[in-house]
């Protein structure tokens, strides 16, 4: 396939032809010079990475009711909340079925890899990679242990298994779980991610002093937090539509003026699908309507752009022969690539590469 339009990737958005084969970038050019002389299909579009969920827990899917109304941390924060109980009743069965549906609707999206916050310990991580085989999606599976407070040996066994551990607020751990988690994941060369400021204001001592990798949320954090984050150079993920059911939105404006790396995510598979193109679309309409709106293109490379480079793989962001990258060819107006991207992709415009797959296989 020939696709003659635009390229937005990590290098930004650029007019370009890319001949693409069995879904492998072969050549990038200026549009018009290409030599293929018509004998390879042509279709007109835009190639950018996979994206990236960069945060959900995907255990949540298991959910089929719409979940009561409340604060957050009667739903999905308290041990003994909505969440918690529906996971203790649930079957192993189901809640990989649920996973398992959740990730071959990202696949279905394009979707190259999620960062899921798996509860329930070791065993929960080990539910979340039986129920990833096969799909396409790569998952980083941030674990969580059970026991508090800390269970050393527990906590080993975790990281095993797992890419890191990722914990709730700083508030609701004792500065001595947070100690021994991030001293666990630094020694065994894994990643440790916290949520921060969801609910409530937390001071960025509270949660920067225990160095994580990633933080998740800042909807509650002040300007000054915000400088704190970017200082201590700590990405954030943020979640806009998880956000809104409870009142609240990150304040995307200012994180862009500060220059923080920021990743998006579509948060708890309990309130809507896992689609990181309406999370986008989500994001671009509510700065708009509060009269704070970023541009399109900070919000393609919090999806399609820093996630890789978190997670380890800056190829995977590059369009250009010989990287990792997994291309999508989304058939929209080359014009305005980002703005496009972030506005108006949905699956039904995403062309498949590559020979006929099984559902779920890329």
Not at 44 to 62: E, T
Not at 102 to 125: P, T, W
Not at 155 to 178: F, H, M, P, Q
């Amino acid at each position: 396939m020939l696709v003659e339009g635009a390229i937005l990737d990590a290098s930004g958005p650029r007019r370009a032809y890319v001949l693409l084969r069995r879904g492998r970038i072969v050549e990038v050019g200026t549009p018009g010079t290409d030599p293929t002389r018509g004998r390879v299909p042509k279709v007109r579009g835009i190639v950018v990475p996979s994206p990236v969920n960069s945060h959900v827990h995907l255990g949540d899917a298991v959910s089929t009711r719409e979940p009561p109304a409340g604060p957050v941390a009667q739903i999905v924060a308290h041990r003994d909340g909505y969440k918690f109980r529906l996971l203790r009743e649930s079957t192993a069965a189901q809640k990989r079925s649920a996973m398992r549906a959740a990730l071959l609707r990202m696949a279905r999206e394009g979707i190259g890899a999620a960062i899921d916050f798996r509860e329930e310990g070791r065993a929960g991580v080990e539910l979340l990679r039986d129920a990833s085989r096969g799909t396409g999606v790569r998952v980083v599976a941030l674990g969580r242990p059970l026991a508090r407070p800390i269970d050393r040996d527990e906590l080993r066994s975790v990281l095993r298994v797992a890419d890191g551990i990722g914990l709730s607020s700083a508030r609701d751990e004792t500065d001595g779980t947070l100690a021994a988690v991030s001293r666990a994941c630094r020694a065994s060369g894994k990643r440790f991610a916290l949520h921060a400021s969801e609910a409530v204001r937390e001071s960025p001592d509270e949660y920067l002093s225990a160095r994580p990798d990633l933080l998740v949320h800042l909807a509650k954090a002040t300007p000054d937090d915000l400088t704190a984050v970017r200082d201590a150079r700590v990405p954030v993920a943020v979640c806009p539509r998880s956000n809104a059911l409870f009142g609240r939105q990150p304040d995307l404006r200012t994180m862009e003026r500060l220059g923080l790396c920021v990743l998006l995510g579509t948060d708890n598979a309990m309130f809507q699908a896992p689609s990181i193109w309406h999370e986008l679309e989500f994001a671009y309409a509510a700065t708009r309507l509060r009269g704070r709106p970023v541009s399109p293109e900070f919000l393609a490379r919090a999806a399609l752009v820093d996630p890789w480079r978190w997670i380890g793989e800056p190829g995977a962001a590059e369009i250009a022969p010989g990287t990792s990258a997994r291309p999508l060819v989304l058939r929209l107006p080359p014009d305005a690539p980002a703005y496009q991207v972030v506005t108006r992709t949905t699956e039904h415009l995403i062309a498949r590469l590559g020979p006929k797959r099984a559902a779920g296989r890329r």
